[in-house]
């Protein structure tokens, strides 16, 4: 069973700086993690993701502004957003896929974190 715990979020002025982390736990074969996102009234859309392999995937709204990256031992992931805009006020979640040690594929999603965007 893969657990996934998130931290940071917060509140944040216009051009200020947050940072979301995640972690996962269990056993399965990692193929991707990345962040999602869902403001008020909103569809969750992608925000960035990260592979296996390093490629990095940003939404056409957050390039140039955040950064993906893979913390230590490769179980986690972390975004850091500068440039903030009250845009990106929204329910950040965090998404993991994969393979299970039986080769079925699995995803999981966090339980999310606000980020405030806000003068």
């Known amino acids: 069973q893969v657990q996934l715990v998130e931290s940071g979020g917060g509140l944040a002025q216009p051009g200020g700086s947050l940072s979301v982390s995640c972690s996962a736990s269990?056993?399965?074969?990692?193929?991707?993690m990345g962040w999602y996102r869902q403001a008020p009234g909103k569809e969750r859309e992608l925000v960035a993701v990260i592979t296996s392999g390093g490629t990095r995937i940003y939404s056409d709204s957050v390039k140039g502004r955040f950064t993906i990256s893979r913390a230590s031992a490769n179980l986690g992931v972390y975004l850091q957003m500068n440039s903030l805009k009250p845009e990106d006020t929204a329910i950040y979640y965090c998404h993991v896929d994969g393979l299970t040690s039986d080769n079925e594929y699995l995803e999981v999603w966090g339980q999310g974190t606000l980020v405030t965007v806000s003068p």
């Open positions: 269990g056993s399965f074969r990692l193929n991707g």
